[in-house]
T-cell receptor, first 115, second 116 residues
Framework: DTGVSQDPRHKITKRGQNVTFRCDPISEHNRLYWYRQTLGQGPEFLTYFQNEAQLEKSRLLSDRFSAERPKGSFSTLEIQRTEQGDSAMYLC?????????????FGPGTRLTVL | AQKVTQAQTEISVVEKEDVTLDCVYETRDTTYYLFWYKQPPSGELVFLIRRNSFDEQNEISGRYSWNFQKSTSSFNFTITASQVVDSAVYFCALSELTGANSKLTFGKGITLSVRP
């Protein structure tokens, strides 16, 4: 059973550049989540997909952020015009909606540093 | 709004000591799920346990045990005979069943250091 994978693991960029992260969920999982974790804090919810539909976005997700899951499989998270405050670990999780809730399994994360 | 409080920020113990990590939650829902995750230095969150609000039975898995008490809104985690490999950040999380999104609300985490 292959777990959740994320690419790249680390990204260093200059302020104002655009970055894109990829998440590959566990293959049979139809739910996919993005979270952001800053130093010393727990992960915070950003957005959620069920299959290819983006069903919820957090207020944390400014208009510089966009996420897609075009075929209901992998997902991408793009940040445009990065700011230093975007520096964080971006975590992806997937789950299978078999009951009223699902256990979310996390990937290793992408650590973004904005200089 | 839902909230998870992990009042302890850092705990340091010597190997073989027992240690309890506290978690207190707030929710208006009667149906919800509670989770514990472990985040070792590598950074990946590892799922440990899921508990639903209707099941207050304590659970034991090897050296790990969990005590869920609805009366005090607590879901505490005990590691018996701690080992150096238990060193990590531990997060408690809550999921409410509102709509289709079972997003997690996390506490700030507890950094556990186990010294040899």
């Amino acid at each position: 059973d292959t777990g959740v994978s994320q690419d790249p693991r680390h990204k260093i960029t200059k302020r104002g550049q655009n970055v894109t992260f990829r998440c590959d969920p566990i293959s049979e999982h139809n739910r996919l989540y993005w979270y952001r974790q800053t130093l010393g804090q727990g992960p915070e919810f950003l957005t959620y997909f069920q299959n290819e539909a983006q069903l919820e976005k957090s207020r944390l997700l400014s208009d510089r952020f966009s996420a897609e899951r075009p075929k209901g499989s992998f997902s991408t998270l793009e940040i445009q015009r990065t700011e230093q405050g975007d520096s964080a670990m971006y975590l992806c999780a997937s789950g299978a909606h078999r009951t009223s809730t699902d256990t979310q399994y996390f990937g290793p994360g992408t650590r973004l540093t904005v200089l | 709004a839902q909230k998870v409080t992990q009042a302890q920020t850092e705990i340091s113990v010597v190997e073989k000591e027992d240690v309890t990590l506290d978690c207190v939650y707030e929710t208006r829902d009667t149906t919800y799920y509670l989770f514990w995750y472990k985040q070792p230095p590598s950074g990946e969150l590892v799922f440990l346990i899921r508990r639903n609000s209707f099941d207050e039975q304590n659970e034991i898995s090897g050296r790990y045990s969990w005590n869920f008490q609805k009366s005090t809104s607590s879901f505490n985690f005990t590691i018996t005979a701690s080992q150096v490999v238990d060193s990590a950040v531990y997060f408690c999380a809550l999921s409410e069943l509102t709509g289709a999104n079972s997003k997690l609300t996390f506490g700030k985490g507890i950094t556990l250091s186990v010294r040899p």
